[in-house]
């Protein structure tokens, strides 16, 4: 019985020991598997002077976080650094723009941050009639480098001028809306078109600046612009710069060049000797050929706009009742305005600011162009060249070179 019991006691020692040996092999040859450092993970933000004020995670447990759970670090409160060198020009973008108009607006500035000002930390101007709630500021604000401005518009600058007879103004809207001319029987539409002409430069956040950027909600810019545009505009001795130009609509402007041939007659000490008559005339001035710059982009100086000479213009075109008694839209006033009171060579062309208003595209002309800014606009919607645009009138008038490829833009 003694030695039956011996026997099975060495049997299991030797099973527990053949175990212990299995185990030992087994656990040797198979590699243990370990939670890896959040900085194994190659989610560390390289330093660089344009991210300071994304914050780094050097040490991940004095951020409480568990290392078996990474998450990206938050980011310290407050704007990144300006990432193009150099100086700054006195310059702002500026918006004329709805509480109502706010996700719209959002989207052209999504467009204008991402594509420019994010390297310039320019600021943004925002001008409304009445007062921008609380989620306009908030939005705005966060999606712009720069520092924001919020400004309501004088009444005065937004309502009729006691010169104006309001039962006239209200038979003409009444007669363009049964012949259907677009924005023909909008109020809203004529005191925009007036403030844009006369008044938004003189708002008193528009004062310390002498640049301004127009953005309008819904826009689309397609291209990187990797120089400064205002420092451009200095540098190159320009005043006012557009990437649309065509043809008015003959019914919303009937007596405009009336009015701006008397203006001539007035004040011919405004008119330049080297002025772009013939980008808004076929026959020396005699006539208007009703071509402007689309307005709804411009960059421009805003000492000339407060010039004695623009600001005579403006007056003459205001007192004449065209904004309330037609349908005179800003675009035609401020082009004529450039096209005779400023030297052609003052006026640009921005061939690579690919933008988009509706129902309008410029595209740069050239394909290496839209590689090297990174375009993704279509070339087939380009507008430049087309008939009823007037950018080829410019290039003629200035004698300048039509980019390699414009044939195959046109209709």
């Known amino acids: 019985m003694a030695t039956g019991s011996a026997r099975i006691i060495r049997y299991l020692l030797f099973a527990f020991f053949g175990i212990a040996v299995l185990y030992f092999i087994s656990s040797s040859s198979i590699p243990q598997t370990q939670i890896p ?115 309501e518009i004088p009444q005065e600058h937004w309502s009729y001028p006691d010169f104006i007879d309001q039962d006239k103004a209200r038979k003409v809207r009444e007669d363009m809306a049964q012949r259907k001319i677009i924005y023909g029987d909008s109020q809203s539409y004529r005191h925009m078109c007036r403030f844009e002409s006369g008044f938004f430069f003189r708002h008193p956040l528009m004062n310390q600046f002498e640049w ?18 205002f420092k451009f505009m200095r540098d190159h001795g320009k005043k006012y710069s557009f990437v649309l130009s065509l043809y008015e609509y003959v019914e919303t402007i009937p007596t405009l060049w009336d009015s701006v041939k008397d203006f001539m007659k007035t004040h011919p000490e405004h008119i330049s000797e080297d002025n772009s008559m013939g980008f808004l005339s076929d026959d020396g001035g005699d006539t208007y050929n009703h071509c402007h710059f ?46 005779l009171l400023l030297k052609k060579d003052e006026i640009h062309f921005f061939n690579d600011i690919a933008y988009y208003h509706v129902p309008f595209t410029h595209c740069p002309t050239g394909e290496k162009t839209r590689l090297d800014l990174k375009c993704h606009c279509n070339p087939k919607e380009n507008f430049d060249w087309k008939g009823y645009s007037c950018t080829s009138r410019f290039f003629e008038l200035n004698g300048l070179d039509k980019p390699e490829g414009y044939e195959s833009q046109q209709d």
């Open 294 to 339: 689309w307005s709804n982009f411009e960059i421009g100086n805003l000492d000339w706009l407060r010039s004695q000479a623009y600001l005579d213009y403006f007056d003459a075109m205001d007192r004449d009742g065209g904004f309330f008694y037609e349908r005179w839209g800003d675009a035609p006033i401020h082009s004529v305005a450039a096209g």
């Open 37 to 151: 450092h959040v900085s194994d993970l190659g989610w560390k933000k390289e330093s660089k002077a344009s991210d300071t004020a994304v914050s780094e995670v050097s040490n991940p447990a004095s951020t409480a976080v568990p290392v078996s759970a990474p998450v990206t670090p938050k980011p310290v409160e407050g704007l990144p650094p300006a990432t193009a060198d150099g100086e700054r020009m006195n310059a702002t973008f500026v918006t004329l723009a709805r509480n109502s108009d706010l996700w719209e607006i959002a989207k052209s500035i999504r467009q204008v941050e991402d594509r420019f000002n994010r390297k310039y930390n320019y600021d943004w101007v925002f001008l409304n009639d009445k007062p921008f709630d609380s989620l306009f500021k908030k939005v705005t604000t966060s999606l712009i480098s720069g520092k924001t401005h919020y400004g």
């Open 212 to 229: 301004y950027w127009r953005v309008e909600p819904s826009i689309e810019l397609y291209c990187d612009i990797n120089y400064d545009t």
